[in-house]
């Protein structure tokens, strides 16, 4: 069924703000102080962006850190401060409640991240930018800390068919340590279905999350995050084409892409020796 033409058209807006209110002065002013925040405080270590063609892509990450998404802003710095702000525009695309926050959303609005949506993020890949998914979304970010190294797409294809329609390259980036800044005691799936929050809030995970300086929460408020060292490990680039042909399968997809992520998460948790302190 077609989507009617007034989402469309506020798809194209999230889009128009994602490259066009994305703020490269603001960028270019915060990016030292934060990059070097970042690295004193979560020890952040981003490698990989070698394999990063020099064409347009679809970047997926593996989502940790509940609301903060530490990794997200990580990476984001990482990647400015890698390839410049000048060099090839980057929009990560969030969950709305993240996108619409009143002072977190708005610094991440400036650096290009958007809410998601596929028709807005296909436009954008269009345009010759970079664009960053998070499949697992809050079911991945929320995940338990007994899963805190393992890939949470919860079956999410998506992203999948987004590269094969908008024929880009997907570039797997995992991430190690972003689950260790605040505590997940459960999973929340069924109790956030059971409320209806699934289609009330887009809201799929509702689990019992210890933080500070909250305590025990239903699911998760920003919080001040632990100082966990963070690992991210960009990996090399995947043609749905090339692997699957024209008409891929997507379970095989979905099934070789995690497959790969969790070769490469697990390889970057085993670098902990302590959870939290890396």
């Given amino acids: 069924m077609a989507r009617p033409m007034d989402e469309l058209n506020r798809a194209f807006a999230r889009t128009s703000e994602g490259l066009d209110g994305r703020d490269p002065e603001f960028i270019r002013e915060w990016l030292p102080r934060l990059w070097l925040g970042a690295q004193l405080y979560f020890r952040a270590e981003v490698h990989g962006f070698e394999n990063v063609p020099d064409e347009p892509v679809l970047f997926v990450g593996n989502h940790s850190g509940g609301a903060n998404i530490p990794d997200t802003f990580i990476f984001v710095l990482a ?17 709305k409640v993240v996108a619409n926050m009143p002072v977190v959303g708005n610094m991440a609005r400036k650096f290009g991240v958007v809410q998601a949506d596929q028709v807005a993020a296909r436009d954008v890949l269009g345009r ?3 664009v960053l998914v998070y499949p697992g979304g809050d079911v991945e970010a929320l995940r338990p800390w007994r899963d805190r190294n393992k890939i949470v797409f919860d079956g999410r294809k998506g992203f999948l068919k987004l590269a094969h329609a908008a024929g880009v390259k997907i570039v797997p980036v995992v991430a190690a340590g972003g689950q260790e800044t605040f505590f997940v005691l459960n999973d929340g799936r069924r109790l956030a279905k059971a ?15 210890l933080s500070f300086p909250w305590g025990l929460v239903p699911g998760d408020l920003p919080h001040i995050a632990l100082p966990a060292k963070i690992r991210i490990q960009v990996l090399p680039a995947i043609d749905l084409v090339e692997r699957f042909g024209d008409e891929p399968d997507f379970d095989d997809a979905y099934g070789y892409v995690t497959s790969v992520m969790q070769v490469g998460l697990s390889t970057l948790a085993a670098k902990t020796v302590v959870p939290g302190l890396g």
Avoid: C, M, Q
């Fill in 79 to 95: 990647y400015h401060t890698y390839f410049t702000v000048e060099g090839r525009p980057l929009v990560a695309l969030a969950h």
């Fill in 128 to 130: 010759g930018a970079n």
């Fill in 195 to 209: 409320l209806h929050l699934d289609t009330l809030l887009r809201v799929k995970s509702l689990p019992i999350s």
